[in-house]
Nanobody, 120 residues
Framework: QVQLVESGGGLVQAGESLTLSCVAS????????MGWYRQAPGKQRELVAT???????NYADSVKGRFTVSRDNAKNTVYLQMNKLNAEDTGVYYC??????????????WGQGTQVTVSS
């Protein structure tokens, strides 16, 4: 079984920065794409940023130029550096990863979520 554990959320002022981390642990064969999604109150979960194992990135338009996703494949860890935060960035941030098994199955994994609150 593979689990994702996020850390780094909190309360910050508008304009400040925050870094989220997510570690995959357990019986890992190979982690494919890793990334971050968020859900604001009353809204649907949305993509924030993802990175493939080969370092190809994808960002939501709303965070381009402010957020940076990175990963350490050896540590099965993904990071999200968030700069110039604003109130619209408030929400629960979820780590997501695709776990490929030795028998060819791919499982879509989610972390428990970490709260990010930006006060204006």
């Amino acid at each position: 079984q593979v689990q994702l554990v996020e850390s780094g959320g909190g309360l910050v002022q508008a304009g400040e920065s925050l870094t989220l981390s997510c570690v995959a642990s357990g019986s890992i064969f190979r982690i494919n794409t890793m990334g971050w999604y968020r859900q604001a109150p009353g809204k649907q979960r949305e993509l924030v940023a993802t990175m493939t194992r080969g370092s190809t990135t994808n960002y939501a338009d709303s965070v381009k130029g402010r957020f940076t996703v990175s990963r350490d494949n050896a540590k099965n860890t993904v990071y999200l550096q968030m700069n110039k935060l604003n109130a619209e960035d408030t929400g629960v941030y979820y780590c997501n990863a695709g776990h490929a098994t030795s028998w060819g199955a791919v499982y879509d994994l989610w972390g428990q979520g970490t709260q990010v609150t930006v006060s204006s």
